[in-house]
Nanobody, 124 residues
Framework: QVQLVESGGGLVQAGGSLRLSCAAS????????MGWFRQAPGKEREFVSA????????YYADSVKGRFTISRDNAKNTVYLQMNSLKPEDTAVYYC?????????????????WGQGTQVTVSS
């Protein structure tokens, strides 16, 4: 019932910026908490950021605080991840996820829907 499509990934140099987008369809977008996760080769998928249904509360992994900003535009059924001051260790496939609740969670198992992922590669 919910489809998520990420876009905006690419190859950038360290210190550069990218803006990821996740377009949602199939349900009332504003009722979902949204999250971003990432997975590097050989590693488990990890939490990056999340936002409540209202956009009033945001959450970030310690590794990205001060550099990444999550936001949402419910009128456009879209959530964004602005990524600044990128580092090589940010290299991963980034996934958009939706939870059928306004309450944010930070673990993979607690999200109901996932996008296909978009590759972010940061060169040194």
């Amino acid at each position: 019932q919910v489809q998520l499509v990420e876009s905006g990934g690419g190859l950038v140099q360290a210190g550069g910026s990218l803006r990821l987008s996740c377009a949602a369809s199939g349900r009332t977008f504003s009722s979902y908490a949204m999250g971003w996760f990432r997975q590097a080769p050989g590693k488990e998928r990890e939490f990056v950021s999340a936002i409540t249904w209202s956009g009033g509360s945001t959450y970030y992994a310690d590794s990205v605080k001060g550099r990444f900003t999550i936001s949402r535009d419910n009128a456009k059924n879209t959530v964004y991840l602005q990524m600044n001051s990128l580092k090589p260790e940010d290299t991963a496939v980034y996934y958009c996820a939706a939870r059928a609740s306004g309450v944010v969670r930070t673990t993979v198992r607690e999200y109901d829907y996932w996008g296909q992922g978009t590759q972010v590669t940061v060169s040194s």
